[in-house]
């Protein structure tokens, strides 16, 4: 029985785990595309968790497979892929954001990377110049020598290009105003410590979005794409955290998860010690009618 309660006690007692220094890198940070190609940014993890957001400066110009990652190279690998399509010439920035994570050791990882995307024309197919034939006839007076008939190239015919155009008839996070604009794409909203969802309505034509209850518990900014066909928009929403009373930006504390602990701890000791007691009763009184 005393094996039990100290067994019970060493699976209580907190331990310290020392886990290595962590990193993520960035790799390229530049990109040079042909319109209607792809290529892939790659993302390496070093002994890190937690959430990578992704942002397109002009989805126009390049859409990305993802808006974002979770790290976590104790389950998912040490590496994610991002792949960026050319849609139209011109330039774009994916801005990759380290938004919450932290090594093994509980060190906090801040920071972005920015990676520079530019889409090019492809270069026209070469031309081959016609072969020139010569024909000869004879004549009653002599040879005649006609010249060739030389072919000219034809222009390439141009397909029209039709834009996607992605369009957003409403756009509403329910309990707050902010004053939604299409060509916006980032807004800051004031929230209470104690809100740890967000109800997101999104309406447009053919549209694919992600909408509803959206979690933003322990998160400082929340991120939108909206598709249709091959085009996507990507709309940021910054979470400024506040209380009633002095409208401080530092976040409450949950303990409910170590109360909860401490609560089945106490219980289950008290069972143990109560087993104990009863089993302690009933050997004294099977010595009493012993004797």
Request: charged residues 15%.
């Amino acid at each position: 029985m005393k094996r039990l309660i100290c067994l019970l006690v060493l699976l209580l007692c907190p331990f310290a785990v020392n886990a290595a220094s962590g990193s993520v890198s960035v790799n390229p940070r530049s990109l040079n595309i042909v319109k209607g190609s792809s290529a892939n940014i790659t993302l390496s993890y070093n002994n890190v968790a937690g959430q990578i957001d992704v942002t397109n400066s002009n989805p126009s110009i390049a859409s990305i497979s993802a808006s974002y990652f979770f790290a976590d190279t104790s389950l998912s690998g040490t590496s994610d892929t991002l792949t960026v399509t050319g849609l139209n010439v011109g330039s774009t920035t994916i801005t990759i954001k380290l938004t919450d994570v932290a090594t093994f050791a509980d060190e906090e990882l801040t920071g972005e990377y920015k990676v520079t995307v530019n889409v090019t024309e492809p270069a026209p197919a070469p031309t081959q110049a016609p072969v020139q034939q010569t024909t000869t006839k004879k004549a009653n007076t002599g040879t005649v020598v006609i010249p060739p008939t030389i072919e000219q190239p034809t222009e390439p015919v141009t397909e029209p290009i039709t834009e996607t155009i992605i369009d957003i008839t409403k756009f509403q996070i329910v309990g707050y105003d902010i004053n939604f604009n299409k060509d916006v794409f980032e807004y800051t909203i004031d929230v209470y410590n104690t809100v740890k969802e967000l109800y997101l309505i999104v309406e447009g034509n053919e549209i694919e979005v992600t909408q509803g209850l959206i979690s933003i518990d322990g998160k400082d900014s929340i991120t939108v794409p909206i598709k249709k066909n091959d085009k996507e928009l990507i709309y940021t929403i910054k979470i400024n955290r506040i209380t009633n009373e002095n409208n401080s930006t530092v976040p409450t504390q949950d303990t409910s998860s170590s109360n909860k602990g401490l609560k089945i701890s106490i219980i289950i000791v008290s069972v143990v010690l109560l087993i104990e007691t009863l089993v302690s009763a009933y050997y004294f009184i099977l010595s009493k009618k012993s004797i």
